[in-house]
């Protein structure tokens, strides 16, 4: 959830959720805040603001479904989706706030450097919705309260094993860092936030590379 924190905002978590997520997060010797119960009163100055922003990049499909489930549950504030890849939205974020932009009340993202970098930036507010604290384990949330996993998305390293040995396949990213991978290395373009993942595998073989 954006900074400059709304009640239509605070309410719009309890929806939406705050992120999508993987792996264990940040510690911090600070207590996550308390969690957040929806009041009459909360629900009231909400509708006063009117609507929320929602920046997500799951499918748009359901990305209307869980609108319209929120806008039922709480008429008389609009969730306005919009749409695209999660890098798409990471650059578009980091554009407006330069620019002194606010648009976005919620953010979905499914890479979780993009909410460490945005809690490292001071652009996330701290809120835990209700279901969040009680349901959620300690894996799956920030321990400060500015984010929680709804989606993962694993992102693995593979490696043509026509090329590569298994015992000298790379174990982690940093592994990656070793000059003998230079020029070997292949990945999609952050732009399409891995849409096109299965060309890139494809002209990977095609050319002979290992591809990661």
Known sequence: MMSKLGRRRMLATTAVAAAGATGSFITSAHAAPEAQKI???????AKKEGKVTWYTSVD???????AKAFE????????????SGAERNFQ???QEYASKIYNCDVVNSSDAAHLI?????????????EDVARDFPALHKDPDGMFASWRVTVCP??????LVKAEDAPK???DLLDPKW??????AHPGYSGTIMTATQQMSRDLGWPWF
């Open 72 to 83: 039922a549950k709480y008429p008389g504030v609009s969730l306005r989706v919009e749409r």
């Open 92 to 94: 578009r974020i980091g």
């Open 172 to 174: 982690s990213y940093a």
């Open 182 to 187: 230079s020029g070997k290395i292949v990945k």
């Open 117 to 129: 970098i945005w809690k490292r930036e001071s652009l996330l507010a701290a809120y835990v919705p």
């Open 157 to 162: 390293i593979a490696y043509n094993t026509k």
């Open 60 to 66: 748009l499909v359901l990305a209307e479904k869980v």
């Open 39 to 45: 009041t009459p009163e909360l629900i009231a100055a």
